[in-house]
């Protein structure tokens, strides 16, 4: 199994600011995203954080909204830009080898 | 594009009763089907999977899924439902080619005492 960590847990942040949320696992892993729960909804995924290359982002989310870094297979961040209020949610980091594992999320309001 | 669908919002059961959480998906080529559950304020946790062999799965915490090819289906239940049971549940569908999840709309679980 992999034990993913996320930093920070939760934050409220003011509207036009910007977060940058951290993903750590305790072993390499090929794959890793990132997904989005807003309040009350299932998960959206927000992209694949490839290692060395460019995220890919599924359809709705930008780079420049949510950039994203993984400078190593064991570690990933996840920035969400200028925020507004519908920014607010909870955001998870999963990775995949055989099986799929989700960090701790990180619980973020935006006022 | 693969898609998965829960369509209960919410299922209520008595402590002791089964319980099932029902869930369909449409996906090409062969299925890889997950259930998660989230308690409040904690993270995802992983419940069971499908891969291949038998329809019957088995889970954490007594709970298994019936997976039924022709109805397309992979309903998640237990034959005795706990108070601390109560959580939202989440049926998931692998993208094979991206690896990544697709999440039905998720089922609160309610079971009274």
């Known amino acids: 199994s992999a034990v993913i960590s996320q930093k920070p847990s939760r934050d409220i942040c003011q509207r036009g600011t910007s977060l940058t949320i951290q993903c750590q696992v305790d072993?390499?892993?090929?794959?890793m995203f990132w997904y989005r729960q807003q309040p009350g909804q299932s998960l959206t995924l927000i992209a694949t954080?490839?290692?060395?290359?460019?995220?890919?982002?599924e359809s709705g989310f930008v780079i420049d909204k949510f950039p994203i870094s993984r400078p190593n297979l064991t570690f990933s961040t996840l920035t969400v830009s200028n925020m507004s209020p519908e920014d607010s949610s909870i955001y998870l980091c999963?990775?995949?080898?055989?099986?799929?594992?989700f960090g701790p999320g990180t619980r973020l309001t935006v006022l | 594009a693969q898609s998965v669908a829960q369509p209960e919002d919410q299922v209520n059961v008595a402590e002791g009763n089964p319980l099932t959480v029902k869930c369909t998906y449409s996906?090409?080529?062969?299925?890889?089907l997950f259930w998660y559950v989230q308690y409040p304020n904690r993270g995802l946790q992983f419940l069971l999977k499908?891969?291949?062999?038998?329809?019957l799965v088995k889970g954490s915490y007594g709970f298994e899924a019936e997976f039924n090819k022709s109805q397309t289906s992979f309903h998640l239940k237990k034959p005795s439902a706990l108070v601390s049971d109560s959580a939202l549940y989440f049926c998931?569908?692998?993208?094979?080619?991206?690896?990544?999840?697709?999440f039905g709309s998720g089922t609160r679980l309610q079971v009274q005492p």
């Open positions: 999963s990775v995949s080898n055989n099986e799929q594992f």
């Open positions: 072993s390499q892993v090929t794959m």
């Open positions: 954080a490839n290692q060395g290359s460019e995220a890919t982002y």
């Open positions: 996906v090409s080529g062969n299925p890889y």
């Open positions: 499908y891969i291949t062999g038998d329809n």
């Open positions: 998931a569908a692998l993208d094979t080619g991206r690896r990544a999840l697709t």
